[in-house]
């Protein structure tokens, strides 16, 4: 319900409690027990705002369902309900197609518990859209320094991460040659044993090393670039605001 | 990523464990890395591989 209040924000007050009224009514009727029932019929909040807001319109209304129809043989209370939203949605008793604005909506949705913005002027009021263009000129003063630092930045990772991958393959190597020199001692099998012992601690440590520099490789890269990109992205472009 | 570095520790760990028993129980049962050290590492040629690697290592970081 909170949702579909942040969804209807921009609606005429009275209008909109009176759908949320109808709403919360359905609800209460229905009980606590089949609560997710009816959530799972009606679809999405963003929906269920699509439907209400195109039925405040004049529009033909949006069918808020989403989902099949119940199979025979269930409880009737839920499908009456279901009944009920539809008359009061689609007296013609049209099956009209899902709004495509629901999924618009969806993307420009508050984020849940976040409050209303009180709307005392009664109707929906524009607002502005901040735009965000490029600066051409703070772009290319961004690129010299930023391939001047990001290049040896990516450099020095690279050497790094190649030098642990260096020692990590070594200790592989180590390790391996290590248990087979085990085989190869003809003495006590205590020194054999030690050698393999020995050989499995260094292949271990050199499959972590190893490892590790594949994983420092791909996220200082990463991190670098990303960066950078961010940093162009605040620096070189200005936020317009368009109505 | 994550679930790769989870194996990679697991197996690790595992081996790592599994040679310090071994290592323990050759200690236990008479093992010696001075006496591994003169009979096979000194003459197995391993030290020296190990030498080169070294300064080719110091080579290309020189580089």
Redesign the interface.
């Known amino acids: 319900m909170i949702e579909l209040r942040n969804y209807l924000a921009n609606v005429d007050p009275q209008a909109r409690e009176e759908a949320i009224s109808r709403y919360e009514a359905m609800f209460d009727e229905t009980g606590e027990e089949k609560e997710n029932e009816v959530i799972a019929r009606l679809g999405s909040p963003a929906r269920v705002a699509v439907a209400i807001m195109r039925e405040l319109d004049g529009r033909p209304p949006a069918n808020p369902k989403p989902n099949p129809a119940p199979e025979a043989g269930e409880d009737e209370s839920p499908e009456a309900i279901e009944e009920s939203i539809e008359e009061d949605n689609n007296p013609d008793g049209e099956d009209t197609p899902a709004a495509p604005e629901a999924e618009e909506l969806e993307k420009e949705a508050p984020a849940e518990g976040v409050q209303e913005q009180p709307d005392d002027s009664g109707a929906a009021s524009a607002q502005p859209v901040p735009e965000k263009r490029l600066r051409p000129f703070l772009l290319v003063l961004y690129i010299i320094p930023a391939v001047v630092i990001g290049i040896p930045l990516i450099a020095l990772a690279l050497a790094v991460s190649i030098a642990f991958f260096v020692g990590g393959v070594a200790a592989l190597a180590g390790g391996v040659q290590a248990f087979i020199l085990g085989f190869s001692v003809s003495g006590l099998i205590a020194d054999s044993l030690l050698l393999f012992g020995g050989g499995l601690v260094i292949f271990a440590l050199g499959l972590f090393v190893t490892w590790f520099s594949i994983w420092l490789c791909a996220s200082s890269l990463r991190g670098i670039a990303g960066g950078i990109f961010s940093l162009g992205r605040r620096a070189c472009y200005k936020e317009v605001r368009s109505s | 990523?994550k679930k790769?570095?989870k194996i990679?520790?697991i197996?690790?760990?595992?081996?790592?464990i599994?040679?310090?028993?071994?290592?323990?129980?050759?200690?236990f049962?008479?093992?010696?890395?001075t006496?591994?050290y003169d009979?096979?590492?000194s003459k197995?040629g391993?030290l020296e591989?190990?030498n080169e690697?070294l300064s080719y290592?110091q080579f290309?970081?020189q580089w």
Request: hydrophobic share 65%; aromatic share 6%; proline share 0%.
């Open positions: 990523m790769v570095w990679v520790l197996i690790s760990l595992i081996l790592a599994a040679g310090c028993a071994i290592m323990g129980v050759a200690a049962t008479g093992g010696s890395f006496r591994l009979t096979v590492i197995s391993i591989q190990i690697m290592i290309c970081i």
